[in-house]
């Protein structure tokens, strides 16, 4: 008898199961085949192609974004998404140790620096108050740009990640960044179909990432997506996507050192018929943590929600055990079992690369690190 058959249990009767229950997988119950056949055929397999631009269309339409620019993958669209907003190298770039390396990652190819801000407990997301009170202590404000008093570093973006498909507290960070001149840029990679309130999440910052890589609510193998409401940025996103060439029907040129991160057709063909089925997947996976949450109502196991104002995907349902050791009971008894779980990342202030990084307190962030456990949250 292990401590948490009971959850065992229950997973696999909700997935219908007694074989090996993964975290989150890709499903394909749409035109998925037709298109990518479709796209065969037509040759147009790489770089051009009328399935990337529909795809755009059909992310931008369901976002609420009036521009969408498809990339290889979200950290791509990050990367892009950062540059644009202006950072550049010996920038800082405030984000929360609570993400994936990605968001990092982006952040460290312009040669910019991370500083770490704790998250909120309940959204998962940047604290509005963490931030504040960093930047009432850490910042001043000079010919409109904002300087880190302690580095004398400009602070060139804000960046929160909307944890799981919950959205963080967005309207305060706003307001905060405004207050203190500082782009802000959503990291909105697991976030697709996430409101805050009634508006779309990737859709407040200046600059929104989302992903779809075969972990995420919708894939396309391998893919992301900037979006934005600034026409100039979405035009020059859509150009140093393309190795910044000059168009013209012949000759080359280009006015600048540009990337090949454009998403090709045929990863576009497949997310034309994954944002159609998007919406079931939506239902599905609502269906599915509502199930958890009245499972879990009454139990020492807490299950995750948001903050108020958050409507999340419920892309990856997560699960708050008492202590780091019942966390790690947790996770072995269910693995062992064919359930998949895993933990919450690694803090990026404790990761090799980043861990001499300008940090605020990080309580929060400690707290949830030790015990939040992903559970399976595949479309059933
Ligand atoms: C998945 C993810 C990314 C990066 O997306 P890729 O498409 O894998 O490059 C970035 N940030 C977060 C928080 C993610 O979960």
């Known amino acids: 008898m292990g401590k948490y058959d009971d959850v065992i249990a229950f997973v696999k009767k909700l997935h219908n199961t007694e074989d090996f229950i993964p975290l989150h997988a890709p499903k394909f119950i749409g035109n998925e085949k037709k298109y990518v056949s479709e796209c065969i055929d037509s040759t147009f397999v790489s770089s051009v192609g009328a399935f990337v631009d529909k795809f755009e269309k059909q992310v931008a339409e369901f976002t609420g974004s009036k521009y969408a620019i498809a990339t290889v993958n979200g950290t791509a669209a990050l990367h892009i998404s950062l540059i644009l907003s202006g950072v550049s190298k010996g920038d800082e770039v405030i ?55 302690s580095t004398n570093r400009r602070i060139k973006a804000v960046v929160p990640m909307h944890t799981f498909g919950f959205s963080a507290d967005i309207d305060g960070l706003v307001a905060v960044c405004e207050k203190y001149n500082i782009p802000l840029v959503e990291d909105a990679a697991e976030s697709l179909g996430s409101y805050y309130k009634d508006r779309h999440t990737g859709t407040f910052g200046c600059l929104g990432a989302f992903s779809f890589n075969g972990n995420k609510i919708i894939t396309t193998g391998g893919g992301g997506m900037i979006v934005t409401d600034d026409e100039i940025l979405a035009k020059k996103a859509k150009h140093i996507t393309t190795t910044a060439k000059i168009s013209h029907p012949w000759e080359y040129d280009h006015d600048m050192v540009g990337y090949n991160y454009r998403m090709p057709n045929i990863n576009a063909a497949l997310g034309c018929a994954q944002m159609e089925v998007l919406p079931e997947f939506l239902k599905s996976k609502k269906q599915l943590a509502d199930e958890y949450k009245s499972f879990f109502k009454n139990k020492s196991i807490q299950f995750l929600q948001g903050s108020q104002d958050s409507v999340p995907n419920h892309w990856l349902n997560a699960v708050v055990l008492n202590s780091l050791e019942e966390r790690n009971k947790f996770l072995q008894e269910t693995n062992d079992q064919g359930v998949m779980t895993r933990p919450i990342w690694k803090l990026m202030s404790r990761v090799k690369m980043f861990q001499n990084a300008q940090k605020t307190n990080l309580e929060n962030s400690e707290w949830l690190e030790s015990r939040v456990v992903n559970i399976p949250s595949s479309v059933v």
Not at 107 to 121: L, R, T
Not at 130 to 146: D, H, I, Q, S, T
């Open 95 to 149: 984000t929360q140790p609570l993400t994936f390396i990605a968001t990092c990652n982006a952040i460290n190819y312009i040669g910019a620096h991370p500083v770490f801000v704790d998250v909120d407990k309940k959204s998962l997301g940047l604290s509005v108050e963490k931030l504040e009170g960093f930047l009432r202590r850490n910042a001043e404000v000079r010919n409109n740009e904002c300087f880190n008093k």
